[in-house]
């Protein structure tokens, strides 16, 4: 176990530190001056200098990368062009919103799909099973953002039951709060709950054709005591995986449903950041990103490892 | 080596033209690839098919609600909304199609010799994908628009790097499976090189589950290429892409609702069409039910 969790560990940081090569690359290719880069047009001479003395513009490359990586591992990602406050806090001001928006979302995709999935595997090749595979696959190939205009076009121009978009803190008014992010969470959950329903259905559909499964039933159990008390936990094992490996999508999900919400979260920071040629923040917000996501990888793949003592067996001998 | 026999073609062709018989038995997946081919025909033909020029505004016809004359409505600046749909479709299948093709030109390759050969290559290849991989799709997406430039090429270059490490995987895996087959031990045996086992029987026998993938992918692409048009960074306005339409159409719910409807529609059906291929073209070629 021990030697599992070490190697899932090197691989994560070999994977952080080829991350930071192509973030910091990345900047370095941007056409121009890389001080003018970091610093912004409007920054004059002594701005200028200032930058290249911080991150030592004139010095060898791999000597400014170790800098760069020094300042970032002790939480400095530079100055905002625009705002000049630093990047880290506008990232800690930034983030709670989207992890609210995306624990929602995770909310209404679990609730629409785990049960969708385990009702269609139940009832295989039934109207519902088509029924449910049908939407699944309407919810993967929807574009969200289209979803979203849908849904302010019929809850808030048409119905006016719901505002179109603005953000209430939930510190401020929960209710509110509650109110504003229902159609945000809805729109990005809606994707997710297309993979999770398909997975869970999946899975549930070969748990259930397991002879420890045959023998519950012969014992006289019904359905949904089988279903409930020896196929969903073994059913909904590959489903954290996924989970895990869609975080991803949830995370630029959210930079197109924040914009059409006007959420004022992460995602739409990302995009503000882009259009002001904001740099020094892209850098900043990419390299997090990325950081997050290798760090949830790793620990679906530990909690899975937990769940299921096979893949622990089989990681540990296997390959790169 | 001249004229030697490919072990496993007979079987492909036989594998492949039965793939093609059952999946004309799947109605869904029938009616998934018309409509592809329909849109295909559309982009190909816009210029034919397209009633008025999608760029020509007209100020005495702004915002016009659908008619006889323009069934999909007019837009902001009085444009065919019908027309500007049809001439949508070629930018959103030449994005979807063109990213996934330098996927697949960059990705297959690297996969192929990174299987095939394993060792030190192999070990820098994955960790580079895993890193790769590390970005969110969207996000790695928008990343390297910004250092490009927005422009529909050059968002299709972003969504096909970004897609590139899937291909470099999924080839991968299928090579370390398929090198340890008898005929490619056979094909070893009798003299053959590296390039001809991989060209001619590692490569043939890996292309369906690439071109199942392919079909998985191609309606992601095009919803990128929405997405991040509709943020800006893509096709530059006034060209017609579905993405600047519901951009556009986003500041006039109120009183063009039509705006909004058919270019989120057209993207809708399309991805639908292609996943509905895709799906049907899985189950048609799975060597499982042989």
């Known amino acids: 176990m021990v030697e599992f969790l070490v190697q899932r560990a090197f691989i994560s940081a070999v994977t952080l530190?080829?991350?930071?090569?192509?973030?910091?690359?990345?900047?370095?290719?941007?056409?121009?001056?890389?001080?003018?880069?970091?610093?912004?047009?409007?920054?004059?001479?002594?701005?200028?200098e200032e930058i290249r003395e911080k991150y030592g513009l004139k010095d060898p490359i791999p000597l400014q990368y170790l800098r760069w990586v020094s300042l970032a591992l002790r939480g400095d990602l530079g100055e905002s062009i625009r705002t000049r406050e630093s990047v880290t806090r506008i990232v800690g001001l930034k983030l709670p919103i989207t992890i609210q928006l995306a624990c929602y979302s995770l909310l209404v995709a679990l609730t629409i799909a785990i049960p969708a999935g385990i009702f269609a595997a139940v009832r295989r090749n039934t109207v519902w099973?088509?029924?449910?595979?049908?939407?699944?696959?309407?919810?993967?190939?929807?574009?969200n953002f289209w979803l979203g205009i849908m849904l302010i076009l019929l809850f808030s121009v048409r119905l006016g039951w719901l505002p179109a978009s603005g953000y209430v803190s939930p510190t401020q008014d929960p209710v509110a709060n509650t109110v504003r992010m229902l159609m945000p969470s809805v729109v990005l959950g809606a994707a997710l709950a297309a993979v999770l329903m398909r997975q869970t259905r999946n899975s549930m559909i070969e748990v259930m054709s397991a002879d420890y499964i045959r023998t519950a039933y012969s014992k006289g159990l019904s359905t949904p005591t089988v279903v409930l008390r020896h196929a969903i936990r073994?059913?909904?094992?590959?489903?954290?995986?996924?989970?895990?490996?869609?975080?991803?999508?949830?995370?630029?999900?959210?930079?197109?449903?924040?914009?059409?919400?006007?959420?004022?979260?992460?995602?739409?920071?990302?995009?503000?950041?882009?259009?002001?040629?904001?740099?020094?923040?892209?850098?900043?917000?990419?390299?997090?990103?990325?950081?997050?996501?290798?760090?949830?990888?790793?620990?679906?793949?530990?909690?899975?490892?937990?769940?299921?003592?096979?893949?622990?067996?089989?990681?540990a001998a296997g390959e790169g | 080596m001249k004229g030697e026999p490919s072990a496993s073609a007979p079987r492909r062709a036989g594998?492949?033209?039965?793939?093609?018989?059952?999946?004309?038995?799947?109605?869904?997946?029938?009616?998934?690839?018309?409509?592809?081919?329909?849109?295909?025909?559309?982009?190909?033909?816009?210029?034919?098919?397209?009633?008025?020029?999608?760029?020509?505004?007209?100020?005495?016809?702004?915002?016009?609600?659908p008619s006889w004359e323009h069934p999909f409505g007019t837009d902001d600046l009085g444009r065919d909304?019908?027309?500007?749909?049809?001439?949508?479709?070629?930018?959103?299948?030449?994005?979807?199609?063109?990213?996934?093709?330098?996927?697949?030109?960059?990705?297959?390759?690297?996969?192929?010799?990174?299987?095939?050969?394993?060792?030190a290559l192999d070990l820098l290849l994955m960790r580079l994908t895993?890193?790769?991989?590390?970005?969110?799709?969207?996000?790695?997406?928008?990343?390297?628009?910004?250092?490009?430039?927005?422009?529909?090429?050059?968002?299709?270059?972003?969504?096909g790097l970004g897609a590139t490490p899937t291909y470099v995987r999924l080839t991968r895996g299928l090579v370390l499976a398929t090198r340890e087959e008898?005929?490619?031990?056979?094909?070893?045996?009798?003299?053959?090189?590296?390039?001809?086992?991989?060209?001619?029987?590692?490569?043939?026998?890996?292309?369906?589950?690439?071109?199942?993938?392919?079909?998985?992918?191609?309606?992601?692409?095009?919803?990128?290429?929405?997405?991040?048009?509709?943020?800006?960074?893509?096709?530059?306005?006034?060209?017609?892409?579905?993405?600047?339409?519901?951009?556009?159409?986003?500041?006039?719910?109120e009183q063009a609702p039509w705006m909004a409807f058919w270019p989120g529609l057209a993207i809708f059906v399309l991805a639908l069409s292609f996943n509905l291929a895709g799906d049907g073209l899985r189950d048609a070629l799975d060597p499982r039910d042989y």
């Open chain 1, 17 to 48: 530190c080829v991350i930071s090569v192509v973030v910091f690359t990345g900047v370095r290719l941007i056409p121009g001056d890389p001080a003018r880069v970091l610093a912004g047009v409007d920054a004059d001479e002594a701005g200028l």
């Open chain 1, 129 to 143: 099973d088509y029924l449910a595979s049908g939407v699944s696959l309407c919810g993967v190939s929807i574009p």
């Open chain 1, 234 to 315: 073994n059913g909904l094992i590959p489903v954290v995986t996924i989970v895990g490996l869609q975080m991803g999508a949830l995370i630029g999900g959210a930079v197109v449903t924040e914009q059409i919400f006007v959420v004022p979260g992460f995602g739409r920071l990302i995009v503000e950041a882009v259009f002001t040629r904001d740099y020094p923040l892209v850098q900043g917000v990419v390299l997090i990103t990325a950081s997050a996501y290798v760090g949830i990888n790793l620990l679906v793949d530990v909690s899975y490892s937990f769940l299921n003592p096979r893949i622990r067996v089989r990681g």
């Open chain 2, 15 to 65: 594998r492949l033209r039965r793939g093609w018989r059952r999946l004309w038995q799947r109605p869904p997946a029938l009616a998934g690839v018309v409509v592809v081919l329909l849109f295909t025909g559309m982009a190909l033909a816009a210029p034919w098919l397209a009633p008025a020029d999608p760029n020509q505004g007209n100020w005495g016809n702004l915002r016009k609600a």
């Open chain 2, 81 to 119: 909304a019908l027309s500007r749909v049809i001439w949508g479709a070629r930018i959103s299948m030449r994005a979807g199609v063109l990213s996934i093709l330098l996927a697949i030109v960059v990705g297959v390759p690297a996969g192929l010799i990174s299987g095939y050969y394993r060792g």
């Open chain 2, 130 to 159: 895993d890193a790769w991989l590390s970005f969110p799709f969207l996000i790695l997406a928008i990343g390297l628009v910004t250092i490009l430039g927005p422009s529909l090429t050059n968002v299709t270059v972003a969504i």
């Open chain 2, 182 to 253: 008898d005929y490619v031990h056979g094909a070893r045996a009798i003299g053959a090189g590296d390039l001809r086992i991989m060209g001619r029987h590692v490569l043939p026998n890996i292309t369906s589950s690439i071109l199942v993938q392919a079909t998985v992918s191609i309606p992601a692409a095009i919803i990128a290429e929405a997405i991040l048009s509709f943020l800006g960074l893509g096709v530059q306005p006034p060209d017609p892409s579905w993405g600047t339409m519901l951009n556009t159409a986003q500041q006039f719910l």
